[in-house]
Structure formats: C-alpha cells, structure tokens
C-alpha cells in the first residue's frame, strides 16, 4: 500500500501528466486530523478537471488506493477526492481562486514535488 505522501506524489504526477497546472501539495499534519495531505491543481476547462480527476482515479486504483469518497464530478468544477490521509482538490482555475484553499491553509508547509525524468 503506498504511503500518504507517495499517494500525494503520485496523484500530483497524475494530474501533471493531463496538464493541469499550478499543482502543489500541503503538508496538513499537526494542524488538522482529517487528512495529512492537500493536492490541490488547476484546470482550464470542465472537461479538464474531468480528465484529470480520471486519471488520477485510474493511476491512484492501479496502485492499489481507492477513493473513499468523490464529490464534484457532476458540476466539474471542483472536484474533491478522499482518500482519507489524502484529499485531491481538482479546480477549475476560476474556482480555486474564487475559494482560495491555500489561504485558508496557509500554516501548511508546501511539499517539494518530486523531480521527473525528462520533465
């Protein structure tokens, strides 16, 4: 089973891969219980923020991790996906900067996302 900050990692690879944008990941332990980690990316389009939210699904279920919950996809502007120790937030760039999570998180430390091979 992957451990939360390669469940981060990973999901961050995977919207990275459909081209979202603006992708960071939230190190939320020690300031809340509900998860350890935020991804948080942006997306130009509805159709966007659904392929990614796909992919992430795809990638994250081949490796094991099933969302507990998925909230969002109807509208797909945001859509939020728990995994419990992980939350994925899939915003369509109006969106997230309308609710503006990382202010609310600002405490949070931002996580360095791994360096990919031929990136």
Do not use: N
């Not at 997306?43 to 507990?68: N, W, Y």
């Not at 419990?84 to 600002?106: C, M, N, P, S």
């Amino acid at each position: 089973m992957l451990s939360a900050l390669d469940t981060a990692f990973l999901s961050a690879e995977s919207a990275d891969d459909k081209k979202a944008f603006d992708i960071q990941v939230l190190d939320l332990r020690g300031l809340t219980y509900i998860t350890d980690y935020f991804v948080i990316c942006s997306c130009s389009s509805r159709t966007q923020v659904s392929a990614v939210t796909d992919g992430i699904t795809e990638r994250l279920a081949k490796a094991g991790r099933l969302p507990m919950h998925v909230e969002g996809g109807a509208e797909a502007t945001w859509v939020l996906m728990d995994y419990g120790d992980v939350v994925v937030h899939v915003f369509e760039e109006q969106t997230r900067l309308y609710y503006g999570l990382e202010k609310l998180w600002a405490d949070a430390p931002r996580v360095a996302l791994p360096s990919r091979a031929g990136a």
